[in-house]
Structure formats: structure tokens, C-alpha cells
């Protein structure tokens, strides 16, 4: 099962990726923050990934 984390120190906090997938990121304190780490199908962590602008989410 993929891990899904942010580099708080990449972050811009411009909330593309919760606007990409809010089941898996939210906005906390102009950072973006992971709501649930493991998830069974990455396509929308991979999609917000691709979209973040600082390459701060990171899928292992």
C-alpha cells in the first residue's frame, strides 16, 4: 500500500492538491497537510503529485 507525505519545507501551501484529492489532502496553517498516509489506489495522490508546483508530496 502507497505512502503518501508532504515536505512542510517545499510547501507553498497554494492548495492544489486539495482541490486535486480532498479525501486524502487538506489545508492546515497555509501548509498542506496528509489526512490519511496509506491509501489503496495512489491515482489521485499521483495526480495531485504531478500537479504540485514545488514537487512537495511524495509517494513511496
Known amino acids: 500500500m502507497p505512502k503518501v507525505t508532504i ?4 510547501c507553498i501551501g497554494c ?6 484529492c480532498s479525501d486524502i489532502f487538506k ?3 497555509d501548509k498542506a497537510v496528509v489526512t490519511k ?3 489503496d489506489d495512489p491515482k489521485c495522490a ?3 503529485a ?3 508546483p514545488v514537487d512537495a ?3 513511496e
Open 57 to 59: 508530496i511524495i509517494i
Open 46 to 48: 499521483k495526480e495531485a
Open 27 to 29: 489545508m492546515e496553517d
Open 15 to 20: 492548495g492544489a492538491c486539495e482541490a486535486i
Open 50 to 52: 504531478d500537479l504540485c
Open 7 to 10: 515536505d512542510k519545507d517545499k
Open 37 to 39: 498516509e496509506e491509501v
